[in-house]
């Protein structure tokens, strides 16, 4: 198959190195990479499966390569390439054809050592999780933004680690809404504490999301009490309905039963309609990508997808609770990462 490609982690996927200027022409089972005079030298050192070509028009050296190579069809992601490069790939003398996903789809079962390193930046970030909440102990008082600052200085270990993503870190009410963002309330004992979170380890993303109730034993394990007997069943339901989602995945099932599984143990609980968003997606290179485990998907899981399994319970204006791992999906079922 012959295609493009821009995306930095679709590039980084195919040849082991991207950079924020770049084409990756794909033909047959050649790799071509363009890239401008900044990246040649750290290309052409990391780069053992592409032919580097140096290009101040990345465009125009694309196109003199698609008449050299005499390619006839070409696909590409329509997410991926933007109006600029469609209209100047419309002039070649080419069917250009479109495929979702492109590379999400090529990356969705994971090999064993992608398996590892999703492992490795998964232990890591539970780790990370173990120090904020410590950290956590002695900052009653301070507000959610100055919290989820800190958090970011303890999740990437002050720099050493990229995140996959801005942490949701939320107090009671605010914890209602799935992406939260900060605001000026403050910290204080008794509160419920909604902490999301996850960071790269070799680019390869982890996601956890755990709630507790503040005091000066807080941790964020998923054995927790609360003195609201209503966030208590709350948070049992969304545990059992995470528990049962992760013993019932299994290959061959389609992804939204799997969504059901969960959503139906919250439904039959006083708290139906309140699970309100999908119960995972899948992780890799990038944090969010296929499989995508919601109540529409009829794709069937395979044995080395990667996903997330979060559903959640959330209350306007009262409280919001969610508690998430990913898994990766064996022949036996779904292992905890």
Same mark, same amino acid.
């Given at each position: 198959m012959n295609y493009i490609l821009k995306d930095e982690?679709?590039?980084?996927?195919?040849?082991?190195?991207?950079?924020?200027?770049?084409?990756?022409?794909? #033909?047959?089972?050649?790799?071509?990479?363009?890239?401008?005079?900044?990246?040649?030298?750290a290309a052409k050192e990391e780069i $053992?499966?592409?032919?580097?070509?140096?290009?101040?028009?990345?465009l125009g050296a694309a196109s003199k390569l698609l008449r050299r190579l005499k390619i006839k069809k070409l696909f590409y992601d329509p997410k991926?390439?933007?109006?600029?490069?469609?209209?100047? =790939?419309?002039?070649?003398?080419?069917?250009?054809?479109? $495929?979702?996903?492109?590379?999400?789809q090529k990356r969705q079962i994971k090999n064993e050592e992608e398996i590892e390193l999703l492992k490795i930046s998964a232990r890591l970030n539970k780790e990370a999780f173990d120090?904020?909440?410590?950290? =956590?102990?002695?900052?009653?008082?301070?507000?959610?933004?100055?919290?989820?600052?800190?958090? $970011?200085?303890? =999740?990437?270990r002050f720099g050493e680690y990229d995140l996959s993503f801005e942490p949701i870190f939320a107090i009671n009410e605010n914890a209602a809404k799935p992406h939260a963002h900060p605001t000026d309330k403050i910290l204080k004992e008794g509160d419920l504490v909604l902490f999301d979170a996850g960071i790269k380890y070799k680019r390869y993303c982890s996601d956890r999301t755990r709630t507790s109730q503040y005091g000066d034993r807080i941790n964020f394990s998923k054995d927790q009490k609360f003195s609201d007997p209503k966030i208590q069943k709350a948070y049992d339901v969304v545990r059992k309905a995470q528990e049962?989602?992760?013993? *019932?995945?299994?290959?061959?099932?389609?992804?939204?039963?799997?969504?059901?599984? #969960?959503?139906?143990?919250?439904?039959?609980?006083?708290?139906?309609?309140?699970?309100?968003?999908s119960l995972g997606h899948g992780v890799g290179?990038?944090?969010?990508? @296929?499989?995508?485990?919601?109540? *529409?998907?009829?794709?069937?899981?395979?044995?080395? @997808?990667?996903?997330?399994?979060?559903?959640?319970?959330?209350?306007?204006?009262?409280?919001?609770?969610?508690?998430?791992?990913?898994?990766?999906?064996?022949?036996?079922? #779904?292992?905890?990462l």
């Open positions: 982690n679709a590039v980084y996927y195919e040849v082991g190195f991207s950079c924020d200027n770049e084409l990756l022409v794909v #033909a047959g089972s050649e790799k071509y990479f363009i890239t401008d005079a900044r990246y040649t030298t $053992k499966n592409a032919e580097v070509i140096e290009a101040r028009d990345l991926d390439l933007g109006c600029t490069e469609l209209e100047a =790939l419309q002039k070649l003398p080419l069917t250009l054809t479109k $495929k979702a996903n492109l590379s999400w120090e904020f909440a410590a950290f =956590l102990t002695k900052a009653k008082g301070k507000s959610e933004k100055r919290l989820q600052f800190e958090a $970011k200085a303890i =999740l990437s049962e989602a992760i013993r *019932r995945a299994k290959p061959g099932m389609k992804a939204k039963d799997l969504d059901k599984i #969960a959503r139906d143990i919250i439904d039959n609980s006083e708290f139906k309609g309140a699970f309100v968003h290179l990038d944090i969010h990508e @296929m499989p995508f485990i919601n109540a *529409r998907n009829e794709q069937i899981l395979k044995e080395g @997808m990667v996903f997330t399994i979060e559903p959640g319970i959330y209350v306007p204006g009262e409280f919001g609770i969610r508690i998430e791992d990913m898994v990766v999906l064996r022949d036996s079922g #779904a292992e905890v």
